[in-house]
């Protein structure tokens, strides 16, 4: 199949295109490198150095014999968007370029603001480019867990079956997200299972954990190939924070009492569950949800697996949580979707901790410590516009 990986050069799209690569499709990777500047305007950087997209791709082309084609561009520019679907004409588009850090998001008005139109119009002009170009083209979509939030109930996969005063309908579960960020993603979903119901379209919506991990054997078939892996409290995801504190022998940093669960998959699983969706379409006009997780643990208790392992004595610190979230609470998800369709979970392992243990001891001298403590507070948000 053709697939066009959107936001190839991320954390998980590079990967994911490597593995799609790997498994035989004609790839094309696009992004515009708002990631990359990210960094530059947080000051921080990916603890393990990555390579311009240019020499990734040049990597991949000497190990693979595969020299995958790229676009350089804006979702957000409609023209770019339409232009790069006609001459490649895919018939799969994996969509992964958002800015997906919840704590960017909540930093002001100004970084909601752009949260909400680089993802939820962005999103929008993929869903007219294939629309107007070909609405065969199936479109696999990255969501997040966090679109539900933690209601006091199940989380299905996407869809709820509600009966009330007596009558009975098929209803898109109701979500409680958690930042401006994850709002854009319920936004795009509403988008897209309108899409799909008005005009045909076929998409898969992934409503993905929290990754962990950083190597797939793809990447790791030459340094030049690695992905990103970043500890920072803006884009850091948790269980990578937490490896880079223990290998410094510094405190493990849980927002409050660490209670909160969160649905967990390991990179490798990711870039499977990718292949899986493309290769296993919806229908046309079928709006299909997946809830991307392997397995699900608390925060305190991921931090204590990681404490139990760590090649230094380390503590757990609590910090007061600068989010606001249920610090306590119910959690079961259903995700029998991609087990369905062949998902083979690596669940978390000590094997894969101590691997990651390895990576941080390389680059520890890269780690920036002021980087690790939180800074945005999601109740001040809202004080600084009355400010
Ligand atoms: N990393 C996780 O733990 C996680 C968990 C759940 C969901 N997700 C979702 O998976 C996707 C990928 O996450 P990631 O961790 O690889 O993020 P990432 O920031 O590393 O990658 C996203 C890529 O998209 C690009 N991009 C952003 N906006 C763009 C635009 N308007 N036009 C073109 N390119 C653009 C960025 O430059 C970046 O390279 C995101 O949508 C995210 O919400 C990630």
């Not at 150095?49 to 991949?60: G, K, S, T, Y």
């Not at 850091?236 to 880079?244: A, E, P, S, Y």
């Not at 998902?343 to 901790?353: C, G, K, V, W």
Request: glycine content about 8%.
């Amino acid at each position: 199949m053709r697939v066009l990986v959107l936001g190839g050069d991320g954390y998980l799209g590079w990967p994911t295109a490597l593995h799609l690569s790997d498994a035989g499709h004609e790839v094309a990777v696009l992004d515009n490198f708002a990631r990359r500047q990210y960094d530059h305007e947080m000051g921080v950087q990916s603890l393990v150095p990555i390579e311009p997209l240019q020499v990734r791709l040049d990597a991949w082309a000497e190990v693979s014999g595969k020299r995958l084609p790229s676009y350089v561009g804006d979702l957000c520019d409609a023209e770019f968007v339409n232009a790069t679907l006609r001459e490649f004409e895919p018939d799969s588009i994996v969509h992964f370029a958002e800015q997906r850090s919840a704590p960017y998001s909540m930093i002001d008005r100004k970084h909601a603001v752009y949260t909400q139109q680089n993802n939820v119009v962005g999103t929008l002009n993929l869903l007219f480019a294939i629309a107007e170009i070909n609405p065969d083209i199936h479109l696999v979509k990255l969501g997040t867990m966090g679109e539900y939030g933690t209601p006091n109930i199940d989380i299905e996969e996407g869809w709820l079956e509600v009966e009330h005063n007596g009558r009975k309908d098929r209803m898109l579960y109701p979500k409680k997200p958690g930042s401006f960020y994850h709002l854009s993603k319920v936004h795009d979903s509403h988008n897209m299972e309108f899409s799909c119901r008005i005009w045909g379209l076929r998409a898969t919506d992934l409503n993905q954990g929290v990754v962990y991990g950083q190597e797939t054997p793809q990447t790791a078939r030459d340094p030049r190939l690695a992905t990103r892996f970043d500890y920072d409290a803006i884009f850091g995801t948790v269980l990578n924070r937490f490896v880079i504190q223990s290998v410094l022998g510094h405190p493990l940093t849980v927002y409050g009492a660490g209670g909160q669960t969160r649905g967990m998959i390991d990179i490798r699983d990711t870039a499977e569950c990718i292949r899986l969706a493309v290769e296993n379409p919806a229908e046309r006009g079928e709006f299909r949800v997946f809830n991307q997780i392997t397995e699900w643990m608390s925060v305190a208790e991921i931090a204590k697996t990681v404490a139990n392992l760590s090649p230094r004595p380390v503590e757990v610190e609590n910090l007061t949580n600068p989010r606001v979230e249920e610090v306590s609470h119910y959690y079961n998800v259903v995700h029998t979707g991609l087990p369905a369709l062949g998902l083979e979970p690596h669940l978390l392992s000590d094997t894969l901790i101590q691997s990651l243990f390895g990576i941080a001891e390389e680059y520890a001298s890269r780690v920036d410590l002021a980087a690790m403590r939180p800074t945005v507070q999601w109740r001040s948000t809202a004080s600084k516009m009355r400010s």
